[in-house]
C-alpha cells in the first residue's frame, strides 16, 4: 500500500511563510500527478496547485503568485512554497496522488494524505 505523509504545517504570523511536504512511503515506479488541496473550516476542500510528473504546474485559486508547488521525483515527493501568508488561508491541507504505479505494476488510484494544519494569526 501507499501512503502519502504531509509535514511543515503550523502556526505562522500574516505575512510570513511555510513550506509542506509530502513523500509518498512505497517502493514507487512513478506518480503521475500531484497536488495540494485545502478545506478551511465550514468550507468545502478546495484545489490549490497540480503538478504533472514532468513538472507542468496548475494552480486552482487566486493566490497572485504567492504559492508554488514542485517536486522531486527522485524523492516521490511533492512541496508547497507558501509566502506573504494571509488569515485566510488558514485550513488543512492535503496532499494528493492521482495515480500511483506501485512495483508489480499495480497501480492506486486517488490517494489522499492525512492533511497537514496551517493556522496564520493576524
Known amino acids: 500500500q501507499v501512503q502519502l505523509v504531509e509535514s511543515g504545517g503550523g502556526l505562522v504570523q500574516a505575512g510570513g511563510s511555510l513550506r509542506l511536504s509530502c513523500a509518498a512511503s512505497?517502493?514507487?515506479?512513478?506518480?503521475?500527478?500531484m497536488g495540494w488541496y485545502r478545506q478551511a473550516p465550514g468550507k468545502e476542500r478546495e484545489l490549490v496547485a497540480t503538478?504533472?510528473?514532468?513538472?507542468?504546474?496548475n494552480y486552482a485559486i487566486s493566490e497572485n503568485g504567492r504559492f508554488t508547488i514542485s517536486r522531486d521525483n527522485a524523492k516521490n515527493t511533492v512541496y508547497l512554497q507558501m509566502n506573504s501568508l494571509k488569515p485566510e488561508d488558514t485550513a488543512v491541507y492535503y496532499c494528493?496522488?492521482?495515480?500511483?504505479?506501485?512495483?508489480?505494476?499495480?497501480?492506486?488510484?486517488?490517494?489522499w494524505g492525512q492533511g497537514t494544519q496551517v493556522t496564520v494569526s493576524s
Open positions: 494528493n496522488a492521482n495515480r500511483v504505479l506501485l512495483l508489480g505494476s499495480l497501480w492506486k488510484y486517488d490517494v
Open positions: 512505497a517502493i514507487i515506479r512513478s506518480i503521475d500527478r
Open positions: 503538478i504533472s510528473s514532468g513538472g507542468s504546474a
